[in-house]
């Protein structure tokens, strides 16, 4: 079992970054694959970026190019670096973490076992 505690989030000007960052607890993080959600209000949780190791990650089309998911193994710790930040990316970040298991679909939330409390970023115009 993992316990995860996201920090970092704050009010930017649009063009702004941010470093969020996702302290976890109880096990390594590269035992899972670690992932950022976010959820505007009104609106569904969606998925931003997944590292299923310090060679492989991926990220939403909305964000590509502009955040960086990295990990701190000494640490244990998990980064999402955004940068370029937009109003619309205005949210509440989420860190969660997935067993390494074939067939889960990890681009769904469905796909982790643990989740943090979240994180407010606020992207002003």
């Known amino acids: 079992q993992v316990q995860l505690v996201e920090s970092g989030g704050d009010l930017v000007q649009a063009g702004g970054s941010l470093r969020l960052s996702c302290a976890a607890s109880?096990?390594?993080?590269?035992?899972?694959?670690m992932a950022w959600f976010r959820q505007a209000p009104g609106k569904d949780r969606e998925f931003v970026a997944i590292?299923?190791?310090?060679?492989?990650?991926n990220y939403a089309a909305a964000v590509k190019g502009r955040f960086t998911i990295s990990g701190d193994n000494a640490k244990n710790t998990v980064y999402l670096q955004m940068n370029s930040l937009k109003p619309e990316d205005t949210a509440v970040y989420y860190c969660?973490?997935?067993?390494?298991?074939?067939?889960?679909?990890?681009?769904?939330?469905?796909?982790?076992?643990?989740w943090g409390q979240g994180t407010q970023a606020t992207v002003s115009s």
């Open positions: 590292m299923w190791n310090a060679n492989s990650t």
């Open positions: 969660a973490a997935g067993e390494k298991v074939a067939g889960r679909n990890y681009y769904r939330q469905s796909a982790y076992d643990y």
């Open positions: 109880g096990r390594t993080f590269s035992q899972y694959a």
